[in-house]
Structure formats: structure tokens, C-alpha cells
């Protein structure tokens, strides 16, 4: 059904944010809502999908661009799902990538805070590999 619901109560269905739903549309990633007689946006149940869709893409970490791409091939399903696949391939590597960086920036601050021996900030090894990227025992931590 569209035409039917305001744009507060599609951002409350699909738990974001009104200004959330109008940048969606600017860029494309929502279609532009039919409009009231008062020049109200007015959605349908379709839009509050479309929304949780993007919304779960984002939450697994998908760049605006690539749920672009997502949802350009969702409107064609009689397509191979190859190029779908191709676009969570990259994510799991870029997924992978920040796992790896975050795993080092563990190993790094545990290295820290273990030489830390809780003394006086002037010989805090805290604060001096903070200020000293050469003391830390990993160089790719940094972004």
C-alpha cells in the first residue's frame, strides 16, 4: 500500500531516524514519497522494508555504495545471484581486515597497560608509547 503511512511513523517501524529517511532519499537510496495535498511525504509498507533492508546492511557493515548496488539487483530476481555474492565477498574482507587491525590494537594496549606499572604519570608507558609511536611493539594499528 502506498501513500498511507508519514514519514515519523515509517522512521518508528523501521527503528531510524526521520532525517535518516530524507538523506536516504537525497541519495537515492530510498525512491521520492508520493506527497499530500499539504505537501506531506506519504510511504507505503514497501518503504518501511526497503528501510530495514538498508538499516540490517548497514548494521553488518555494508558501505552505502554496495547496498546501492543491493538493492539496484533485488529488482531483478530473475538474475544470477553471482554479483550479490561478489559484494559479501568484499565485505567479509574488508570484515576480516578490521578484525586483524582490532586484534592488534588488543594486543597493543593489553602490552601497554602490562607495562604500566602504576606509578607517577612521568613514567607512565602509557602515556609515553601514546606519545611515542616508535615504543609500541606493532605499527599496523595506525589507520
Excluded at 514497501?46 to 533485488?74: K, M, N, Q, V, Y
Excluded at 574488508?94 to 602504576?118: D, F, N, Y
Amino acid at each position: 500500500m502506498k501513500g498511507v503511512l508519514t514519514i515519523g511513523r515509517v522512521a518508528k517501524a523501521a527503528g531510524c531516524k526521520v532525517q535518516t529517511i530524507r538523506y536516504y532519499e537525497q541519495i537515492g537510496l530510498l525512491p521520492r514519497p508520493v506527497r499530500s495535498e499539504g505537501n506531506q511525504r506519504l510511504y507505503g509498507e514497501d518503504d518501511i522494508g526497503r528501510l530495514l533492508f538498508i538499516r540490517h546492511a548497514r548494521e553488518l557493515g555494508f558501505p552505502l555504495d554496495a547496498i546501492r548496488d543491493l538493492l539496484s539487483l533485488t529488482d531483478k530476481p530473475e538474475h544470477s545471484c553471482a554479483a550479490v555474492d561478489a559484494i559479501a565477498r568484499t565485505q567479509l574482507a574488508q570484515v576480516e581486515r578490521r578484525i586483524t587491525r582490532l586484534t592488534s590494537l588488543k594486543a597493543e594496549l593489553e602490552r601497554m597497560i602490562e607495562q604500566c606499572s602504576g606509578g607517577k604519570i612521568s613514567d607512565c608507558q602509557v602515556i609515553e608509547a601514546l606519545s611515542d609511536h616508535s615504543r609500541c611493539s606493532h605499527d599496523n594499528h595506525l589507520s
